[in-house]
């Protein structure tokens, strides 16, 4: 995988026109196009189809979590608008995670269309330890809860998960080579943290072992965003 390819921008904005600004300004250096809830229910669904129309690849995150009939239909509507990746929260459970890979498979084997990956979604990168143990009466650390989520993933079916990147070695370590990770709170040395309490840099997230790297706002707020991720692509190429 190329440098470039491991980068999943964020368009974390309001409008269309912004959003599709964006790809296709940066469509060339990066990898894939993360349609999160913001831009997602502010224009509509629609917005997938135009970013493959301009060559991109999208990661839905919608983090679904709800009963499993209701996040298997979900899952097969999503499949069928051919989005690479999309996710659900691991803490709706084996049975919801396994009708979720369910749905893309029978989408797959329906449509012929390439299969969604699914992600679960382990501890919120905003998270800190005595939140999760405190506030959401989660006993553990952090990486015990993460990890334990990641293999209930895998054991439910699901391609991958998405963690902070201090995590990434013990779930690489826990799930195997084959098994996909997805980064946010990843920040560059020259970038602001913003609201991230786990977060690290690019170069040491990959070296970590993750696939993939959700970043944002370090692009999207440059002064000049093509500046910006090939600045990121050269690091993690050094």
Not at 106 to 118: C, I, N, P, Y
Not at 189 to 197: E, G, N, S, V
């Amino acid at each position: 995988m190329q440098a470039k390819d491991r980068i999943i921008l964020a368009l974390d904005v309001d409008s269309e026109e912004q959003a599709l600004n964006l790809v296709e300004r940066l469509q060339p250096h990066v990898g894939l196009f993360k349609v999160g809830m913001q831009l997602y229910n502010g224009v509509g669904p629609g917005i997938i189809h135009k970013i493959h129309g301009l060559g991109g690849q999208v990661f839905l995150d919608l983090k679904f979590h709800d009963i499993p009939n209701t996040v298997g239909a979900v899952s097969r509507v999503i499949a069928g608008l051919g989005c690479l990746m999309f996710n659900v929260h691991c803490a709706g459970g084996r049975a919801m995670m396994e009708s979720a890979a369910r749905a893309v498979q029978e989408v797959e084997e329906k449509q012929g269309k390439t299969r969604s990956r699914v992600l679960g979604v382990t501890v919120l990168t905003s998270l800190s330890q005595s939140q999760v143990n405190e506030e959401l009466g989660i006993p553990g650390t952090v990486q015990d809860v993460v990890v334990r989520w990641a293999e209930l993933a895998k054991n439910s079916g699901l391609d991958g998960v998405v963690a902070s990147p201090r995590e990434v070695s013990a779930i690489r370590e826990a799930c195997g080579p084959d098994f996909l990770i997805v980064t946010p709170g990843v920040r560059p040395t020259w970038a602001d943290t913003q609201d991230q309490k786990r977060f690290t840099t690019p170069r040491e997230a990959v070296e970590s072992g993750a696939d993939y790297l959700v970043i944002g706002r370090p692009i999207t707020a440059a002064p000049d965003p093509v500046a910006a991720a090939q600045r990121i692509t050269s690091e993690l190429e050094e």
